[in-house]
């Protein structure tokens, strides 16, 4: 997953239930997650107990460059305690296109068929047989 989401260049921000006790510097599987976060410039906030047997579970990580302030450990809710944080993320800007349609709804089916009719490019076709595509346009709009 964070070979995946480590491409783009949007914040990050992962919470949850990690089951890994980040908090004892002796856990071989809490080293290895620190390094793997560490690889991918990542780096995880809490740093006090958020289950009721006094581990560390619960985790905020985030790319090293976003800030998260006032996070502290709330009451437990369960075996696990609830954590709060805040950070400032941008909110992507959004690139406005601007499109152009035809209302088809109102398109009259026999003003067309009748313009159609009318076309100099519906007449005898052998003298448009050896005209460009802009050549044939530039007929159209003599006519």
Same mark, same amino acid.
């Given at each position: 997953?964070?070979?995946?989401?480590?491409?783009?260049?949007?914040?990050?921000?992962?919470?949850?239930?990690?089951?890994?006790?980040?908090?004892?510097?002796?856990?071989v599987?809490?080293?290895?997650?620190?390094?793997?976060?560490?690889s991918?410039?990542?780096?995880?906030?809490?740093?006090?107990?958020?289950?009721?047997?006094?581990?560390t579970?619960? =985790?905020?990580?985030? $790319?090293? !460059? /976003?800030?998260?302030?006032?996070?502290?450990?709330?009451d437990?809710? *369960?075996d696990? +305690?609830?954590?709060?944080?805040?950070?400032? =993320?941008?909110?992507? $800007?959004? !690139? /406005?296109?601007?499109?152009?349609?035809?209302?088809?709804?109102?398109? *009259?089916?026999? +003003?067309f068929?009748?313009?159609?009719?009318?076309?100099?490019?519906?007449g005898?076709t /052998?003298?448009?047989a050896?005209?460009?595509?802009?050549?044939?346009?530039t007929?159209?709009?003599?006519?």
């Amino acid at each position: 997953m964070l070979e995946r989401i480590a491409v783009h260049s949007c914040p990050i921000v992962i919470c949850g239930d990690f089951n890994t006790h980040v908090d004892q510097t002796d856990d071989v599987h809490a080293v290895r997650f620190g390094q793997l976060l560490q690889s991918f410039g990542l780096v995880q906030h809490v740093n006090e107990p958020t289950h009721s047997a006094g581990h560390t579970l619960d =985790l905020v990580i985030t $790319r090293t !460059d /976003t800030e998260v302030t006032d996070l502290h450990v709330g009451d437990m809710i *369960s075996d696990h +305690a609830l954590v709060f944080f805040y950070t400032r =993320l941008k909110k992507p $800007r959004s !690139d /406005t296109q601007l499109i152009a349609s035809r209302a088809w709804r109102r398109l *009259s089916h026999d +003003a067309f068929a009748s313009d159609l009719s009318e076309s100099r490019l519906c007449g005898d076709t /052998t003298e448009l047989a050896d005209m460009s595509a802009d050549d044939l346009g530039t007929y159209i709009d003599e006519s």
